[in-house]
């Protein structure tokens, strides 16, 4: 769409803001249920789409970055991991 781009709209649904405004309006039941009038009334920001879609390259952006860190991080556990069995069995 040339308005709202789906990526940003998810992003945008699962935000603190709007995951409030959800809560609120939820209906005191059981099964908490949010009905489509009331999902049509809550409020976020809609910039222009080509903003939308910058934020969204941004967020892939930092995806791939978390990635790098989080495998960087596995390997310095194993590189550790590693290091103690060395020292357990006195090969250092």
């Known amino acids: 769409s040339n ?7 998810a992003f945008l649904l699962r935000s603190d803001y ?3 405004q959800m809560l609120a309006k939820t209906g005191q ?3 908490g249920k949010l009905a489509l009038f009331r999902i049509a009334s809550l409020k976020g920001l809609l910039p222009p789409i080509e903003l939308q879609r ?3 390259g941004a967020v892939d952006q930092l995806g791939h970055c978390r990635k790098g860190l989080l495998s960087a991080c596995d390997e310095v556990d194993n590189l550790f991991a590693s290091l103690q069995q060395r020292a357990f069995r006195g090969d250092l």
Do not use: A, G, P, S
Request: overall charge neutral; cysteine-free; charged content about 10%.
């Open 3 to 9: 308005v709202l781009n789906t990526e940003y709209l």
């Open 18 to 20: 709007v995951q409030h």
């Open 29 to 31: 039941v059981t099964i």
């Open 54 to 56: 910058k934020f969204n």
